[in-house]
């Protein structure tokens, strides 16, 4: 599955950004869904995944509660909504797709190309 991330941008410590991922085609629903992150210098680390339908969700601690993922198979499209940004949210984020809910990236099968999140304080 092809994956084309979009969205991000630059904000204020403090404000909210959200990152789209779209997959074309008709197997999108047999996919987990899943958002990494990598800042430089640093290892890209999760972020966030969503199980097939949307019914389970997972977050790293360091996003609790300040980023939602969710998914809309109609538009084969996962959602990222990013608030309360903290300039250590500064990385490149990424979608990847894989068979299973998990947070290890080496489950992830397919990658989208990367999208930049800019916050600063």
């Known amino acids: 599955v092809q994956l084309q991330a979009s969205g991000g941008g630059s904000v204020q410590d403090g404000g909210s950004l959200s990152v789209s991922c779209a997959a074309p085609?008709?197997?999108?629903?047999?996919?987990?869904m899943g958002w990494f992150r990598q800042a430089p210098g640093k290892e890209r680390e999760f972020v966030a995944a969503?199980?097939?339908?949307?019914?389970?969700?997972s977050y790293a601690d360091s996003v609790k509660g300040r980023f939602t993922i969710s998914r809309d198979n109609a538009k084969n499209t996962v959602y990222l909504q990013m608030n309360s940004l903290k300039a250590e949210d500064t990385a490149v984020y990424y979608c990847?797709?894989?068979?299973?809910?998990?947070?290890?990236?080496?489950?992830?099968?397919?990658w989208g190309q990367g999208t930049q999140v800019t916050v600063s304080s």
């Open positions: 990847a797709a894989a068979k299973f809910l998990s947070n290890r990236d080496t489950e992830y099968d397919h």
């Open positions: 085609g008709r197997t999108f629903s047999e996919y987990c």
């Open positions: 969503v199980s097939f339908i949307g019914v389970r969700t």
